[in-house]
């Protein structure tokens, strides 16, 4: 097996705790360029490494009404840009094997969908990039699976994995985020993400004018998923952000503010520097004597 990279080094040694943040696809160069210089600088202010995050196909998405990005030759062309313009690393996110050489090639960190969390080939095939692989827990999934799915890719060659909760499914339309995931995904042996925007989705919970449904959300609820995840003890935090999220074009209802992006990871900072998450708590149960 080859050797962990330098980038997935820093992020699993990161205190405390490393940020995947950006908005969640791609809408026009200009925007894109003008979030990674907001966010970078919120980052770097206030000393969380960073990761930025966008999509160049949101393939999924519950409505084929949905806008779905500029796709996968130009996206990444800008994402190249983000990267050379700010120095900062990447991560997007894969929907088939045959983008996965393609993306490797400008991703520091390949996202794979919830959807998709046990799709072997997808796996492999993102694996065999050497990049880092973000896996997230698919929503109808128990969270041992994440065990095998991280397995699948340490087996192809690959050390560089990640682990990432984003809710489980509450009945038809509405997400829950079950704390004790956090604490058992830990058995993958690899840095475990908590994705606390895409977590407060109510999937195909909106009904569109004209007919069709598409994912609502929760937003307002977001910092309650966030405060729980750094007191718990996670390793990193996936959020996505945006400077209009009434005007997103996809996700807007779980897109946190931009103006609020500061003020809530300093308050998530503070909680994580407090809390002892990170460490299992030695329970002693030897009878107790005076």
């Known amino acids: 097996m080859a050797a962990t990279s330098p980038l997935y080094n820093q992020l699993k040694a990161a205190e405390p705790f490393f940020l995947l943040a950006g908005p969640n696809v791609i809408e026009s160069e200009e925007h894109i360029l003008r979030m990674a210089k907001h966010i970078k600088d919120i980052a770097t202010k206030i000393g969380l490494p960073l990761v930025f995050k966008s999509s160049f196909d949101k393939a999924n998405r519950t409505s084929s009404k949905s806008f779905r990005g500029p796709g996968m030759a130009e996206g990444l062309k800008i994402l190249e840009k983000v990267k050379v ?27 794979i969908p919830a959807f998709l969390c046990r799709q072997t080939d997808l796996l492999v095939a993102a694996a065999q990039t050497g990049k880092i692989i973000n896996i997230k827990k698919g929503q109808f999934c128990a969270p041992s699976v994440m065990e095998n799915s991280a397995e699948k890719v340490k087996l192809a060659g690959n050390p560089n994995v990640m682990v990432c909760e ?13 704390p004790r995931n956090f604490e058992w995904m830990r058995e993958a042996n690899c840095p475990v993400v908590a994705d606390i925007t895409h977590a407060l989705q109510q999937p195909a919970g909106k009904k569109l004018e004209g007919g069709g449904v598409a994912s609502g959300g929760l937003r307002e609820l977001i910092p309650c998923i966030a405060r729980t995840a750094v007191a718990v003890g996670v390793d990193g935090i996936f959020m996505e952000v945006h400077d209009d999220p009434l005007s997103a074009p996809v996700d807007g209802p779980t897109q946190w503010p931009l103006r609020h992006l500061e003020e809530l990871l300093e308050e998530l900072i503070a909680i994580a520097r407090v809390t002892k998450g990170k460490q299992r708590f030695q329970i002693d149960l030897t009878p107790y004597r005076e």
């Open 166 to 178: 984003r809710g489980t499914m509450f009945g038809y339309n509405d997400l829950i985020v079950d």
């Open 85 to 111: 313009a700010y120095d900062l690393p990447i991560v997007t996110d894969v929907h088939e094997s045959i983008q996965c050489e393609a993306v490797g090639k400008v991703a520091d960190i390949i996202q």
